[in-house]
C-alpha cells in the first residue's frame, strides 16, 4: 500500500513537472515574436528617412513663377505643392504644374507632396490618386489630389465634370506649359529673368482665375 501511495506521489510530481514545462514553452513561445517592434522600426526608419515637411509663409512665393503661395487656411491652399529638394530645402509652388517644371528649370528631382483635396495633409505625388476637373486652381491646371480612391470617386461624382487623371496627364500638361513660356522669354533668358511678366492675364485673386497661360 505503501509503495503504492508512493508511486501515485511520483506519478503527481512527474505530471505537474511536465504542466510546468508545457507552460513555460507557452511563455516563451508568446513572448519570443518580435513582428510588432520590427513593423513599427521600419515604419519609424522610413518616415526619418523623409527630410521634414514645412508649411507655407505668408510672404511665400512659387519658385517657378514667383506667384503667390496660399496656405492651408486659404481656399486654393488645396492645390498647394512642395518639393524637398536633394539639399534637405523645402521649395514651394501655387500649383503642381509649377514644380514639376522647376525641376526641369533645375535638371533635377525633387520629393514632390501634393495636399489631399479633404484633409489637406501632405502626400508624395506619386502614391496620390489624381482628378482633374474644371476646378480653378491658381495656374488652372485643375487636379485635386486624394490619398483614398473612395475619396476620389466621391469627388468625381459631386463634380460631374471631373474624371479620374495621371502623372503622365500632370507632366504632359506641365511640359507644354514650361515649352510655352521659354519660347515666350527666348533663348538666352534664365529662368528668373521677367518671370512675372510672363504671367499674362494671370491672377491670385480669390477665385484662382486667370486669362492666360504661363
Same mark, same amino acid.
Given at each position: 500500500?505503501? @509503495?503504492?501511495?508512493?508511486?501515485?506521489?511520483?506519478?503527481?510530481?512527474?505530471?505537474?513537472? =511536465?504542466?510546468?514545462?508545457? &507552460?513555460?514553452?507557452?511563455?516563451?513561445?508568446?513572448? #519570443?515574436?518580435?513582428?510588432? &517592434?520590427?513593423?513599427?522600426?521600419?515604419?519609424?526608419?522610413?518616415?526619418?528617412?523623409?527630410?521634414?515637411?514645412?508649411?507655407?509663409? +505668408? %510672404?511665400?512665393?512659387?519658385?517657378?513663377?514667383?506667384?503667390?503661395?496660399?496656405?492651408?487656411?486659404?481656399?486654393?491652399?488645396?492645390?498647394?505643392?512642395?518639393?524637398?529638394?536633394?539639399?534637405?530645402?523645402?521649395?514651394?509652388? %501655387?500649383?503642381?504644374?509649377?514644380?514639376?517644371?522647376?525641376?526641369?528649370?533645375?535638371?533635377? &528631382?525633387?520629393?514632390?507632396?501634393?495636399?489631399?483635396?479633404?484633409?489637406?495633409?501632405?502626400?508624395?505625388? +506619386?502614391?496620390?490618386?489624381?482628378?482633374? @476637373?474644371?476646378?480653378?486652381?491658381?495656374?488652372?491646371?485643375?487636379?485635386?489630389?486624394?490619398?483614398?480612391? @473612395?475619396? /476620389? %470617386?466621391?469627388?468625381?461624382?459631386?463634380?460631374?465634370?471631373?474624371?479620374?487623371?495621371?502623372?503622365?496627364?500632370?507632366?504632359?500638361? @506641365?511640359? +507644354?506649359?514650361?515649352?510655352?513660356?521659354?519660347?515666350? *522669354?527666348?533663348?538666352?533668358? #534664365?529662368? =528668373?529673368?521677367? /518671370?512675372?511678366? *510672363?504671367?499674362?492675364?494671370?491672377?491670385?485673386?480669390? %477665385?484662382? *482665375?486667370?486669362?492666360?497661360?504661363?
Amino acid at each position: 500500500m505503501k @509503495s503504492f501511495y508512493l508511486a501515485a506521489v511520483a506519478l503527481a510530481a512527474v505530471l505537474m513537472l =511536465g504542466a510546468c514545462g508545457s &507552460e513555460e514553452a507557452t511563455g516563451e513561445t508568446q513572448a #519570443s515574436p518580435t513582428q510588432p &517592434e520590427t513593423t513599427n522600426t521600419i515604419g519609424e526608419t522610413k518616415e526619418a528617412a523623409h527630410p521634414q515637411l514645412e508649411e507655407p509663409g +505668408e %510672404d511665400t512665393v512659387c519658385e517657378y513663377c514667383q506667384m503667390t503661395v496660399y496656405n492651408a487656411t486659404h481656399e486654393l491652399g488645396a492645390f498647394t505643392a512642395q518639393g524637398v529638394k536633394a539639399d534637405g530645402s523645402n521649395a514651394f509652388f %501655387d500649383d503642381v504644374g509649377c514644380m514639376l517644371n522647376q525641376e526641369r528649370v533645375d535638371g533635377a &528631382e525633387m520629393e514632390k507632396f501634393v495636399r489631399d483635396y479633404n484633409t489637406l495633409e501632405w502626400i508624395p505625388l +506619386e502614391e496620390a490618386v489624381i482628378v482633374k @476637373s474644371g476646378l480653378k486652381t491658381p495656374m488652372n491646371y485643375g487636379f485635386a489630389f486624394f490619398t483614398e480612391l @473612395s475619396a /476620389a %470617386d466621391a469627388f468625381i461624382q459631386q463634380q460631374g465634370d471631373a474624371q479620374k487623371s495621371d502623372l503622365a496627364a500632370v507632366d504632359a500638361m @506641365s511640359y +507644354e506649359r514650361h515649352e510655352m513660356r521659354m519660347e515666350k *522669354m527666348g533663348e538666352g533668358h #534664365s529662368h =528668373g529673368e521677367g /518671370a512675372e511678366n *510672363m504671367e499674362h492675364g494671370h491672377s491670385h485673386g480669390g %477665385d484662382g *482665375m486667370k486669362d492666360g497661360e504661363e
